[in-house]
T-cell receptor
């Protein structure tokens, strides 16, 4: 069956530009998570959605980062005025909720800010 | 911050059992031990989790000490495809986020 998909797989942008990263969760999964992974580090939590609402956005580093999930399925992570320090792999995960909470991760989007 | 301590790297011969240790001395009574792994250029993959009893599934076994302050992930017959970074995580069941540490980089030697 289809897993979590993320597009694009790679994104190169220039400092100061705006980018959008998309996540398609596993069909029927109500919970969706965004993580960021820098080279040599473990993934770092950014934000968690339960349905359409952001249940926990405590990991977003600053107000340049914003995420939406308007219909409770696809999510978009938006980064304004990108900086070189934003370069990382952005991972999305989804889970079914309920009594099972295994998070299934997508392959990630590698963002490079020049 | 991650509440676990893992060795940064380990080697294991192909076909042998790989035993990956993890210390979590400050684990709380309602926290589970989870293991994920991340193969190069892929997202993390769930392996197994447990509370206090030993657990086994098709991928691995999880041995948790009686005091729950440490655990060991066992891959019974390691193959080259098991080369990955293995993350040991403690979290409240169904908590909203996973706090990853740096994990153990496991090298399987042919």
């Amino acid at each position: 069956g289809a897993g979590v998909s993320q597009t694009p797989s790679n994104k190169v942008t220039e400092k100061g530009k705006y980018v959008e990263l998309r996540c398609d969760p596993i069909s029927g999964h109500t919970a969706l998570y965004w993580y960021r992974q820098s080279l040599g580090q473990g993934p770092e939590f950014l934000i968690y959605f339960q349905g359409t609402g952001a249940a926990d956005d405590s990991g977003l580093p600053n107000d340049r980062f914003f995420a939406v999930r308007p219909e409770g399925s696809v999510s978009t992570l938006k980064i304004q005025r990108t900086e070189r320090g934003d370069s990382a792999v952005y991972l999305c995960a989804s889970s079914a909720g309920g009594f099972t909470d295994t998070q299934y991760f997508g392959p990630g989007t590698r963002l490079t800010v020049l | 911050d991650a509440k676990t301590t893992q060795p940064p790297s380990m080697d294991c011969a192909e076909g042998r059992a790989a035993n990956l240790p993890c210390n979590h001395s400050t684990i709380s009574g309602n926290e589970y031990v989870y293991w994920y792994r991340q193969i190069h250029s892929q997202g993390p993959q769930y392996i197994i989790h447990g509370l206090k009893n030993n657990e086994t599934n098709e991928m691995a076994s999880l041995i948790i000490t009686e005091d729950r302050k440490s655990s060991t992930l066992i891959l019974p017959h390691a193959t080259l495809r098991d080369t990955a970074v293995y993350y040991c995580i403690v979290r409240v069941y169904r908590d909203d986020k996973i706090i990853f540490g740096k994990g153990t980089r496991l090298h399987i030697l042919p």
